[in-house]
Nanobody, 116 residues
């Protein structure tokens, strides 16, 4: 399984970015597809998840600003990020989780930098 995340960049506070994640296999084969992020000097944290049935969840700090979505035909997962804040600066990772064998896969990450 290969995950390729892209779409990061430098944006001013209040701006928007859309991250994309391409999966080499069918995303419905996983229980969840998620976005995580890791800021400098901090631990990796979950940002948003979309479950196989389409249910989404977000960490509190991004609710109302970020939206996770998917295209099952293209095996793509997206993270639309609006109202970006400097605190959102981090490397964002795409992840896939399969419960049958508790396997988790990671993409290489894409850097998002929000300037104040």
């Amino acid at each position: 399984v290969q995950l390729q995340a892209f779409g990061g960049g430098l944006v001013q506070a209040g701006g928007s970015l859309r991250l994309s994640c391409r999966c080499s296999t069918g995303i419905l084969g996983f229980n969840t597809m998620s976005w995580y992020r890791q800021a400098p000097g901090k631990e990796r944290e979950p940002v948003a998840v979309i479950r196989n049935e389409g249910v989404t969840n977000y960490r509190d700090s991004v609710k109302g600003r970020f939206a996770i979505s998917r295209d099952i035909h293209k095996n793509m997962v997206y993270l639309q990020m609006n109202g970006l804040e400097p605190e959102d600066t981090a490397v964002y990772f795409c992840s896939a989780y399969r419960a049958t064998d508790t396997s988790r896969y990671w993409g290489q990450g894409t850097l998002v930098t929000v300037s104040s």
